[in-house]
């Protein structure tokens, strides 16, 4: 029997584009994709209010993690509890955090205990960055999901949080992923660029590269002319090294790391090295990050490099994000940009 011939269908076609388009909108300014004001998306966003909300100042007594996520599903987000756990569990571990955990957080090779047995409250950059009292009252704030409170539609920021927490996010047709400055770095260029009332992307170049566990940003031959090309498009991509010191001629440590997917792959692959005797966990309370300590032959210059090169991790960076605008048609919608 023959087919017949597929006919497009012209509205049908018309009303699939636009439904498309209103739900990629929706995953984009809703979920994946932070704001240029603040750095945040939106389940990072409500997760702090509903800390600040609950009086858990930098100072405050700490509380179960549950109660944090149960008010923030509740009264803002109503979607999983896991994924607002997990959104807690980042922004305790950024650069500069979000939250001041207590409790068991997951390591690089661990996962974070439950959330009924962790406890957080806002860190002291949180707490004066976006809840500073002298500009709480000027914040735009829109309904909630189903009109019963008010939330804000982007957090004051007294500071560029989205350029010293880095941030990566995916969504139909769009991908981000932006990288963290030092804020000693961040706060000279700012102040060098109100001299010179504007930015340039020379002004730029002393920004520091940071990660969420310490990595450093290899250096090498053109990467002035890679890093000025850069801060003019938002696209790149740059190696970052893990940090070592040398404890003797047979043992070093390394301490902050590159953005590692898997570093237990990584210790395998190292162990597996001629030359090396073993891999050590030699993490305790005083270290920030994780530490692992390599023991063998590292006198060999050779084998040196291919230790410190597992340890390396690229990354390819393309700065997205969203501009909230209040819609005036629509006051509970939003017009998403997204400029590279």
């Given at each position: 029997m023959k087919s017949k011939p597929y006919v497009k269908d012209a509205k049908f076609l018309e009303i699939s584009k636009q439904l498309y388009t209103e739900y990629s909108v929706e995953v984009i300014e809703d979920r994946a994709i932070f704001c240029n004001i603040d750095g945040l998306k939106p389940v990072t966003r409500r997760a702090l209010w509903a800390a600040h909300r609950l009086g858990l100042r930098a100072n405050a007594r700490r509380l179960k993690a549950a109660k944090v996520?149960?008010?923030?599903?509740?009264?803002?987000?109503?979607?999983?509890?896991?994924?607002?756990?997990?959104?807690?569990?980042?922004?305790?571990?950024?650069?500069?955090?979000?939250?001041?955990?207590e409790g068991n957080w997951g390591t690089m090779t661990d996962p974070p205990a439950a959330m009924r047995y962790t406890e957080t409250r806002l860190s002291k950059y949180s707490?004066?960055?976006?809840?500073?009292?002298?500009?709480?009252?000027?914040?735009?704030?829109?309904d909630n999901y189903d009109d019963s409170r008010k939330e804000p539609f982007v957090l004051n920021a007294l500071l560029p949080n989205s350029l010293l927490n880095g941030n990566f996010g995916i969504a139909p047709g769009v991908r981000t992923e932006t990288p963290s400055f030092t804020l000693k770095s961040l706060t000279?260029?700012?102040?060098?660029?109100?001299?010179?009332?504007?930015?340039?992307?020379?002004?730029?170049?002393?920004?520091?590269?940071?990660t969420e566990l310490g990595g450093v940003l290899r250096q090498y031959n053109g990467i002035k002319k890679d890093l000025l090309a850069f801060y003019r498009n938002g696209v790149?991509?740059?190696?970052?090294?893990?940090?070592?010191?040398?404890?003797?001629?047979?043992?070093?440590?390394?301490?902050?790391?590159?953005?590692?997917?898997?570093?237990?792959?990584?210790?395998?692959?190292?162990?597996?090295?001629?030359?090396?005797?073993?891999?050590?966990?030699?993490?305790?309370?005083?270290?920030?990050?994780?530490?692992?300590?390599?023991?063998?032959?590292?006198?060999?210059?050779?084998?040196?490099?291919?230790?410190?090169?597992?340890?390396?991790a690229a990354v390819n960076f393309d700065v997205k994000v969203t501009e909230r605008i209040i819609n005036e048609d629509n006051p509970r919608g939003v017009k998403a940009l997204i400029p590279t």
């Open positions: 996520v149960g008010d923030t599903m509740g009264d803002y987000h109503p979607h999983g509890d896991s994924s607002i756990y997990n959104a807690i569990v980042t922004a305790n571990s950024l650069p500069i955090p979000l939250f001041s955990g707490d004066k960055v976006f809840f500073d009292p002298f500009y709480l009252p000027v914040m735009h704030s829109v000279k260029v700012l102040i060098e660029s109100i001299k010179a009332k504007g930015c340039t992307p020379a002004l730029c170049l002393p920004l520091e590269f940071t790149a991509r740059f190696v970052f090294d893990s940090s070592y010191e040398v404890i003797s001629n047979n043992h070093i440590r390394f301490n902050r790391f590159a953005p590692i997917s898997s570093v237990g792959s990584v210790l395998d692959k190292i162990n597996q090295m001629p030359g090396v005797q073993r891999t050590t966990d030699e993490s305790n309370k005083k270290d920030k990050y994780n530490a692992y300590g390599v023991i063998g032959k590292l006198s060999d210059a050779r084998l040196l490099a291919k230790i410190v090169d597992a340890f390396s």
